[in-house]
């Protein structure tokens, strides 16, 4: 077939592709914030949920000194001195090889997007955290988890654009970023610092400003 005929041909899957590309990441962000506003439209008639109380009582019988270790190691995925020093990396080294910074910003709008909707909700929300016995009681609104959505918006952000900008394998960044947003999410239920619910609602916030900033990279790639 001569390339003149081919040449549509595959422009047209080309097109089918991106297009289905982009739909799967609006489906994404928008399961992410559908999830989040049924949450908040659930906590604001009961913000106690049975099941977070199901789930706090056995995870304060599961008593292993290990295991709450490399949780606690985990939760730090979701801190400051962490996730904006990975960031900041993952940025620069996008930036080098692109020889320009249109394609890091969408990893910094992913975490600092999240991270503002997330102090903006808990303002909103006010939901109590769980009161821990012994010890002095958290006073910070519990929902969502800041460390669960901080974790999974910088995690998924940095795996995609580094595997779209072929420096990562996708059958190794995509399952480690969602390993360490589960690991972060678990270990804050696991410490009692926060109920189940929150860190659901801490993952729908992570993935859907992660799915976003994915859509607004594609856009910048597209304008290539």
Do not use: C
């Not at 422009?11 to 982009?22: K, Q, T, W």
């Not at 506003?37 to 706090?56: F, G, K, N, Q, S």
């Not at 995690?155 to 990562?168: C, D, K, Q």
């Not at 410490?191 to 799915?211: F, M, P």
């Amino acid at each position: 077939m001569p390339p003149r005929i081919l040449r549509p041909h595959l422009a047209s899957n080309g097109d089918a592709l991106s297009r289905r590309h982009h739909l799967a990441l609006a489906a994404v962000a928008g399961s992410g914030v559908a999830l989040l506003a049924a949450l908040v439209a659930e906590l604001d008639a009961d913000e106690h949920w049975p099941m977070d109380h199901r789930i706090r009582a056995a995870l304060a019988t599961h008593k292993a000194p290990l295991f709450r270790a490399s949780l606690k190691t985990a939760g730090l995925a979701g801190s400051i001195g962490v996730y904006a020093p990975a960031t900041l990396i993952a940025m620069w080294v996008v930036a080098h090889r692109r020889r320009t910074t249109r394609h890091a910003w969408p990893i910094a709008g992913s975490v600092v997007g999240a991270a503002a909707a997330s102090l903006l909700l808990k303002q909103l929300v006010r939901r109590p955290r769980p009161r821990a016995l012994p010890g002095p009681e958290n006073e910070k609104p519990s929902f969502p988890s800041g460390h669960a959505t901080r974790a999974s918006a910088a995690a998924l952000a940095i795996a995609y654009v580094l595997v779209r900008e072929r420096m990562a394998a996708r059958g190794v960044a995509l399952p480690l970023a969602l390993g360490i947003a589960a690991a972060a999410g678990v270990s804050r239920a696991y410490a009692d610092a926060h109920w189940t619910t929150d860190v659901i609602g801490g993952w729908a916030l992570g993935g859907a400003a992660a799915a976003t900033s994915a859509l607004v990279y594609e856009r910048g790639r597209a304008n290539d």
